[in-house]
């Protein structure tokens, strides 16, 4: 079993920025994928960024040239690092990790509020 913790979340002016950890509790070597998903009330969970094992990277159209994924094997660790934040990025933030055979895990997703 593996665990995602996330970390980074918290309230923001607009125009601020972020950074957001998800730390897997242990190395994971049959790792697709990771990514961060964000949910608002009312609204469907999407995707805003992912990042292959081969360093390939999509975000939503939303966070092009405002948001950047990375990640650190070492640290078993990905981050989301969030500039230029607006009231519409507010929502809980979640880390998936995608493995090769399909599995998926979720972290417990943390809260960006952006608000003035």
């Known amino acids: 079993q593996v665990q995602l913790v996330e970390s980074g979340g918290g309230l923001v002016q607009p125009g601020g920025s972020l950074r957001l950890s998800c730390e897997a509790s242990?190395?994971?070597?049959?790792?697709?994928?990771m990514g961060w998903y964000r949910q608002a009330p009312g609204k469907q969970r999407e995707l805003v960024a992912r990042?292959?094992?081969?360093?390939?990277?999509n975000y939503a159209d939303s966070v092009k040239g405002r948001f950047t994924i990375s990640r650190d094997n070492a640290k078993n660790t990905v981050y989301l690092q969030m500039n230029s934040l607006k009231p519409e990025d507010t929502a809980v933030y979640s880390c998936?990790?995608?493995?090769?055979?399909?599995?998926?895990?979720w972290g417990q997703g943390t809260q960006v509020t952006v608000s003035s």
């Open positions: 998936n990790m995608v493995l090769t055979s399909g599995y998926d895990y």
């Open positions: 242990r190395r994971i070597y049959s790792i697709y994928s």
């Open positions: 990042i292959t094992s081969g360093e390939r990277t």
